[in-house]
Nanobody, 129 residues
């Protein structure tokens, strides 16, 4: 199984920045789709951004220009750079991965659908005041 461990959350004032990190197994297959989700109290989980195995990224429309997803060269750490944070960004942030398990799990569905991902981290809290 793939182990995902998030870090970097915390409390920040509106307008500030945070960078979340997600460490995952070096053995993670190359054709994995990674993403960040978030969930605020009383709300559904929301897709923040996704990074495909070919390096392409996609973002929630409301977050474009403020958030940036990236990966280190060794492909063992996923990042989420969050700038110009707003109180509405307060949520638990989760690092997730879709690891293909053919033929059942193909990782080809909508990137923002939580059910597409078969591995989840424990989450890291981000609070913006």
């Amino acid at each position: 199984d793939v182990q995902l461990v998030e870090s970097g959350g915390g409390s920040v004032q509106a307008g500030g920045s945070l960078r979340l990190s997600c460490a995952f197994d070096a053995y993670t297959p190359a054709n994995v789709r990674m993403a960040w989700f978030r969930q605020a109290p009383g709300k559904e989980r929301e897709g923040v951004a996704s990074l495909a195995s070919d390096g392409s990224s996609i973002y929630a429309n409301s977050l474009k220009g403020r958030f940036s997803i990236s990966q280190d060269i060794a492909k063992t750490t996923l990042y989420l750079q969050m700038n110009s944070l707003k109180p509405g960004d307060t949520a638990m942030y989760y690092c997730v991965a879709c690891v293909p398990r053919y033929p059942v799990i193909r990782c080809g569905g909508p990137w923002s659908d939580p059910s597409e991902y078969n591995f989840w981290g424990q989450g890291t809290q981000v609070t913006v005041s």
